[in-house]
């Protein structure tokens, strides 16, 4: 469940009806704030909060934005802004070679794996999908930006649920598969 805590503050924002958007960035903001706060203390470094840091900055941004124009001919686009803003946040992480989902994947992962060739390259390909998913997403909300919000808010939510379950099956199929290479 810790995808749910990394992209909580994503998801609130997702849910909070757009009229109120200023406020949903503010309460993202908080939220991105509190979880690096939390996760730091907890131990984990910078390389490990990829997207929260991401997070952070962007509903920092959104916030000034929508507080101070909150008419501003950006706000359509916002649900849009977002998913693109985490597609390009996976994505670098893909191209420094630091994808991630390691950050996440380490919390559940005994470290005697963390540096094995199957356990990076299996979230490589995590990260990938959930990169795509979040373009995706993003292009699907740009075609609606200025329909209902209740078309938006399912697209939005499915852009977190569809990669989330890849993310736990493919998981599932890598473990089974590893336990059979290890009974053979």
């Excluded at 996760?39 to 991401?54: F, K, M, P, S, V």
């Excluded at 929508?66 to 893909?94: E, M």
């Excluded at 191209?95 to 005994?110: D, E, M, S």
Aim: net charge positive.
């Amino acid at each position: 469940m810790s995808y749910l805590r990394t992209f909580a503050p994503w998801i609130v924002y997702a849910l909070i009806p757009s009229a109120h958007w200023n406020w949903a960035a503010l309460i993202a903001l908080v939220l991105s704030v509190g979880l690096i706060a939390q996760q730091t203390r907890a131990g984990r470094t910078a390389d490990a909060l990829i997207i929260e840091i991401g997070s952070a900055v962007f509903f920092a941004v959104i916030t000034v934005v929508a507080f101070t124009s909150p008419d501003s001919g950006l706000h359509p686009y916002a649900a849009a802004l977002s998913s693109g803003t985490l597609a390009l946040i996976a994505g670098i992480s893909l191209a420094i070679r630091k994808p991630f989902t390691l950050g996440v994947a380490k919390q559940t992962t005994p470290r005697e794996y963390w540096g094995q060739p199957l356990f990076v390259r299996v979230n490589v390909i995590i990260t990938a999908v959930w990169t795509g998913c979040f373009a995706v997403t993003g292009l699907c909300l740009l075609a609606l930006a200025h329909s209902g919000s209740a078309a938006r808010t399912v697209v939005q939510v499915a852009g977190f649920v569809v990669p989330m379950v890849f993310t736990l099956r493919y998981v599932a199929h890598i473990q089974a598969k590893a336990a059979q290479l290890r009974a053979s």
